[in-house]
């Protein structure tokens, strides 16, 4: 059912990985510049994911011997810089996730450029950190995003939705890996109500909320895919939701054939293989479109 299946390392039948977008408390100065710094419980609801919930998950991945990536805003780098470096001492990869969670698409290409720089400032300055992913907040990329990731030679994106294995992203300016997300493994959906930014779904419990992530990994496994988890310390990180990702990693990894990496690793072998037989890696041409589409487009 996949048409141009990846070949996994060491006979792996998928390839695996948890994403974690540490977006700490920026979401609600973002969303709310005037007031958000005195709004006490998103910004507590916030902090709990690097000061509670990730010490928890990197626990968990330290007991059974994984290494994965988290996406992180510059700004969230310098607040919290104690726990960049529990991240970045166990091993993990620390990705580019904008500055103060701005979207892309509300900026000018001159203010997304500043902003994107200043992150990797931050990176760079505070933890010693060159990222070379990149995951746009709200998964809002533009071209503009994609050129800008090509001229700072990074290696990866992972914000666009164009197949269910990675692909390569060819433009004038030069390419990228893909590692495509999609709402369905992404943890907002279930698990976030967050008044503030006008997200108001009903909150699953634990068991239901986490049962599409575990039927999405069995398709993938299923036809030999990649399996991807988008999620937040302070939602899946939770002490219920946690303890079930925790069982339910012991359980899969007992199939010896899941190959779960961080995606710089899964992107440089997508690379590799795109080198060894182009044709087995699917290609998307960008920009999709350079003018509006609209009824009188001609």
Known sequence: MIQNPIVWPNGARCACAITFDVDADS??????????????????MGRYGPTVALPRILDTYRRLGLKQSFFVPGWVVEQYPEA??????????IGHHGYLHEDPTNLSDAE??????????????TIGNTPKGYRAPVYNASQGVIDLLVDNDFLYDSSLMADD????????KGSLVELPV???????????????????????????????FWEEFEAQY???????????????GRLARWTLVE??????????????APLHE?????????????????????????????????
């Open 165 to 172: 294995i990675p692909y390569r992203i060819h433009t004038a």
């Open 247 to 260: 069982r339910w990693l012991e359980t899969i990894l007992e199939r010896g054939d899941i190959w779960f």
């Open 84 to 93: 960049m470096d529990l991240i970045q001492e166990d091993g993990h990869e």
């Open 27 to 44: 979401l609600i100065h973002i969303s709310r510049p005037k007031d958000g710094f005195d709004r006490l419980y998103p910004i507590s």
């Open 182 to 212: 999609h709402w369905g493994t992404d943890d907002w959906p279930p698990f976030a109500h967050y008044s503030e930014i006008d997200y108001m779904m009903p909150v699953a419990g634990p068991s239901r909320g986490l049962e599409g």
């Open 112 to 125: 997304h450029r500043y902003w994107f720089e200043r992150a990797l400032e931050a990176h760079k300055k």
């Open 266 to 298: 899964i992107a440089e072998h997508v690379n590799n293989q795109f080198v060894r037989d182009n044709q087995s890696i699917r290609v998307e041409e960008l920009p999709y479109y350079n003018q509006p589409v609209h009824l009188g487009a001609k």
């Open 222 to 236: 299923e036809h030999g895919g990649f399996w991807m988890a988008i999620w937040h310390p302070f939602l899946t």
